[in-house]
């Protein structure tokens, strides 16, 4: 059986490296607390201070004519709003209904002006400066002092701007960046403006290129692991320079403090000319290596630095883990010699109502949640994503799918990637894989998603060829929702990986396939199933009143319910395993209500069903849906789990014991008729019990049943309660109960401290209960907040795809039951406050959140 095997051997160097470290072992120095940014030590944070106006299109539709001059000096900017990024411009709305449910019904497209003034010390003259943005939607020109710096036009990528040349340290700067999303095109909600964080670095003439170090395990066994270390030096003074190198290896621990010192390499010595650039290797070998791996993701960090004439004039740090990776056609994927099926998650990068705007807090709670779910990796589609998103997955022990583009040459939509994709793909391929290619989580390269070029042989070559000749440790592959194409047209040759959307219909033929029988696949994009949170419809019924029942069946013509997808999983077994589509709800894409042509390009291949598509698009198009969000997640887009939850939780945790009943017992209106009962489990059998009658036990069929359905039981109130078995001994049980009347709030926090200083949030869950605290299931009562002390108010949500509410509203009406509000401290202060809820008619709550 053939093995794609991603490392190198090199035991015949371990000898002289363990010579090489030892001379050099305790030389270096430790880092003495937490290193707060990865990369050049001297980097501090730029989100202070900026003045931004929005100009060209406007929230209300209007137009706001953009003046000339706004990058000059002499501009004045004093009437601008002031703010502190992230920001995204377009998530305070207001939705309107005529603009595109695809992108949120949200105003994002505009015209935006941001301007930052800063001082550099005196001190600083002769130094490097650099701007470093994460991520900038889009299409960003940049100018320091009136002077043009660069442009980067895809909005996902992170970039690098000189600013050296323009510098003026002692006196007043002023940085301004331009962005136009007019001239740009999204599929979903893509958020505006600088959205992710910008940093400014200082560096010596003479330092470690921008993302200049690139970190490889060539050997690795339990007893010792050879680790290759790649420094990019750049010489940007006027003068030949000689330099000395040299890396440090430490444990790092879950706070990014470097703990214990393993390794370090032999010094090398540098002769870089004016303005070059050079790689220097050098190796060092770790002994009794802590492997990275999704349950004990350890970590390292290199120290590397750049000495002449006896000072340590640079110093960069650079995480990265040991592991190894095997992705074989038969045997599956293999992490340090063990089969890992991957349970993944689609995910699409705005955080519900706080925007396209980054916030790390409230991406550690997703992450979370999907821990809690079983889901062991995240596919970040359809490009690339917030740097902080891989070291939380390092951290936390995700596998990450690191996905570059939504389309190629030929585009979806007018003004996506297609306007820049001769230009500027290579730049963009090149940021991605340097930015990303040290962290241990990222598994898997991948090209594109569901491109219209699948079937082109030479452009997947091609772009393959730029991320194998940067990266050649990890494969690459390609979402194909056109499989069948990609594989008869010999395209798919080119990958190391097949990535299949949704169609795997022809798994056999392609696995007898001489091309394709060692190709290892994986669903990289399943299920699609949709629906509403606490909605049930009964019959045949999924869809009602622009919401979708919850019982888990209802999804678009490529899709399929979570058990179809699992029985496909069972029924190819070598699968590597899938990526569901999606894992939360998010801003955007509101299939079935959705009338976004590129639907069509699901049936490209089956033109009976593109025509059907066709028909129902054009009746979605009069009809004008509310819906702004879309409803695949299988948690809402307030963070609340749906149903699907526990369906996932059970299939993907199956040694955790769980039980989970839906529907809700809340159906006054069907005294005596059927009400089919469903319960995800992890457990094989199951009783049901209404009031205490037992309504009979099933068992599920291993590789068939992924439920249990009770469909003929008839609706009295009272309590439902069921008993899962496992080995026929009692596992797991849950309850439900039909309610009173709504009678009070009941708020619950994520956290009740913060850390001051940060962009810290609180998320608390509001619950509408009645007198003994159980939810009340079908209550919608209007809610107020307020907050008493040093907190405010960031966002409101509570999951309805349909709610025109903005999102920074301090009053919204429950949704089935729930609502959030989101708060931190103002202004980054310390000091306790407490936040309040109240309705008219219901006890009132309050809680309380300490920022320290």
């Known amino acids: 059986m053939k093995r794609m095997k991603y490392q190198s051997y090199y035991s ?131 100018w320091l002092n009136g002077k043009y710096v660069g442009t980067w036009p895809y909005g996902y990528s992170s970039f690098r701007m000189d600013l050296t040349p323009y510098i003026m340290p002692g006196k007043e700067n002023i940085l301004a960046v331009r962005l136009d999303t007019e001239n740009w095109d999204s599929r979903w909600y893509p958020g505006a403006g600088i959205y992710r964080h910008v940093w400014l670095v200082k560096t010596a003439p003479v330092h470690v290129d921008h993302w200049g170090t690139y970190i490889t395990t060539p050997q690795i066994n339990d007893q010792q692991a050879l680790v290759n270390v790649a420094v990019t030096v750049s010489n940007q003074s006027q003068q030949a320079a000689k330099a000395i190198a040299q890396t440090i290896l430490f444990e790092l621990d879950p706070s990014n403090k470097p703990t214990k010192k393993v390794a370090v390499t032999k010094e090398t010595i540098i002769d870089l000319n004016a303005g070059e650039r050079k790689v220097v290797e050098s190796q060092a070998t770790v002994f009794n290596p802590k492997r990275w791996d999704i349950e004990s993701p350890n970590r390292y960090v290199a120290q590397t630095t750049i000495r002449m004439n006896g000072k340590v004039i640079d110093t960069y740090y650079t995480p990265f883990g040991i592991r190894t990776l095997e992705f074989t056609a038969r045997n599956g994927f293999l992490l340090n010699g063990k089969r890992v099926q991957i349970n993944g998650t689609c995910n699409h990068h705005d955080l519900g109502a706080l925007g396209a705007a980054f916030n790390q807090s409230a991406l550690i709670r997703q992450l979370k949640m999907l821990k809690d779910m079983g889901c062991n990796s995240l596919r970040t589609s359809h490009n690339p994503p917030a740097p902080e998103l891989l070291e939380l997955a390092d951290k936390m022990g995700f596998l990450v799918w690191d996905e570059a583009f939504d389309a190629w040459k030929k585009g979806k939509r007018k003004n996506d990637y297609n306007k820049i994709f001769d230009e500027w793909h290579e730049k963009d391929l090149k940021a991605l894989v340097h930015r990303d290619r040290n962290h241990p989580s990222v598994f898997i390269w991948s090209i594109g998603n569901e491109v219209m070029e699948q079937q082109n042989v030479e452009l997947t070559k091609h772009l393959v060829e730029i991320v194998q000749r940067e990266d050649p440790t990890r494969p690459v592959s390609n979402g194909y929702n056109d499989p069948d194409g990609g594989r008869n047209s010999g395209a798919a040759t080119a990958l190391g990986l097949m990535g299949v959307n949704y169609f795997f219909g022809q798994q056999p033929k392609w696995d007898a396939d001489p091309r394709y029988a060692n190709k290892p696949t994986i669903g990289s994009e399943t299920s699609s199933c949709v629906s509403t949170r606490g909605e049930y419809f009964f019959g045949s019924k999924d869809y009602q009143n622009w919401q979708i029942s919850s019982y888990d069946y209802a999804k678009p013509g490529w899709g399929c319910s979570p058990d179809e997808q699992f029985r496909t999983n069972a029924k190819y077994p070598h699968l590597l395993g899938e990526y569901v589509w999606t894992g939360f709800d998010y801003l955007g894409e509101p299939t079935p209500y959705n009338s976004d042509e590129t639907n069509l390009l699901n049936f490209r291949t089956d033109p009976d069903k593109k025509e059907e598509l066709e028909k129902q698009l054009e009746l979605i198009r009069k009809n004008n849906p509310p819906s702004r969000s879309s409803y695949f997640g299988i948690i809402d887009l307030a963070g609340f789990p749906k149903d699907r939850f526990y369906s996932y939780q059970a299939h993907w945790r199956p040694d955790f014991p769980m039980a989970h009943i839906f529907p809700h017992w809340n159906w006054p209106e069907r005294i005596d008729s059927i009400t089919p009962v469903h319960v995800y489990t992890s457990g094989d059998e199951a009783e049901l019990f209404l009031n205490g009658k037992s309504l009979g036990r099933k068992i599920k069929t291993p590789g068939k049943d992924f439920r249990l359905v009770w469909d003929s039981v008839r609706y009295v109130p009272g309590e439902l309660k069921v008993v899962s078995y496992k080995n026929g001994k009692q596992w797991a049980t849950d309850v439900v109960k039909t309610t009173g009347e709504m009678s009070k709030l009941v708020l619950s926090a994520d956290r009740s401290v913060l850390k001051a200083g940060q962009d810290d949030l609180c998320f608390i869950t509001v619950k509408v209960t009645d007198k003994d605290e159980l939810m009340v299931p079908r209550s919608h009562p209007l809610i107020q907040f307020s907050i008493e002390g040093a907190g405010e108010i960031v966002a409101t949500d509570n999951g309805d795809p349909t709610s025109f509410v903005p999102f920074q509203s301090h009053e919204r009406p429950a949704f089935n039951g729930m609502a959030l509000v989101i708060v931190k401290a103002k202004g980054g202060a310390k000091g306790k406050f407490t936040v309040h809820a109240k309705s008219e008619g219901l006890t009132g709550a309050s809680i309380k959140v300490e920022s320290k």
């Open 12 to 142: 015949r160097f371990a000898f002289l490296m363990l010579l090489l470290s030892a001379v050099g072992f305790f030389k270096g120095f430790s880092q003495p607390g937490p290193i707060t940014r990865m990369g050049s030590t001297n980097t501090i944070s730029f989100d202070e201070g900026w003045f931004f106006q929005r100009y060209g299109l406007q929230p209300d539709g209007t137009r706001k004519e953009e003046p000339s001059g706004l990058e000059n000096t002499t501009f004045n900017d004093a009437a601008w709003q002031k703010l502190k990024l992230p920001h995204d411009w377009a998530i305070t709305g207001p939705f309107r209904i005529e603009l595109e449910g695809s992108t949120g019904k949200l105003p994002w497209k505009g015209i935006g002006w941001y301007r930052k003034h800063f001082t550099v010390p005196v001190t600083d003259a002769g130094k490097q400066i650099f701007v470093d943005f994460d991520g900038v939607m889009a299409n960003a020109k940049i």
